[in-house]
């Protein structure tokens, strides 16, 4: 009888060691997966802003400045930094500054 109960608690054990695992894992890869959503739309944003500039070139040689370059190129490099920077920079404002971890809430916006 005593290694019934023996068993029965190994049992329940392995259980709930299953089930805290399963719900670990899963809470990882939601993060995960929010992060690469941040990331894109991080990246999304930064792009429609350099494609919207890029058409005003296209359209008339005339709006084609140094200024008006070097912004289309920022645009283009925040694009880059969001596509390349580790998860947990996307939501800091500076890149030497760890970022607050609300993975999903507040995409970076370009500047």
């Not at 670990?24 to 890869?29: C, E, G, K, P």
């Not at 645009?75 to 996307?90: E, F, H, M, N, V």
């Amino acid at each position: 009888m005593a290694r019934a109960q023996v068993s029965k608690k190994w049992l329940l054990t392995f259980a709930v060691a299953t089930v805290l695992l399963a719900a670990i894992v899963t809470f990882v890869q939601y993060r995960k997966a929010a992060a690469l959503e941040d990331r894109l739309d991080c990246v999304t944003t930064w792009l429609q802003k350099a494609r919207a500039l890029h058409s005003l070139h296209i359209k008339d040689l005339v709006n084609i400045t140094g200024d008006s370059r070097r912004q289309l190129m920022d645009q283009i490099d925040g694009a880059y930094g969001c596509a390349t920077r580790p998860a947990s920079y996307l939501h800091s404002e500076s890149r030497d500054r760890p970022a607050s971890g609300l993975y999903g809430m507040h995409p970076v916006q370009p500047h």
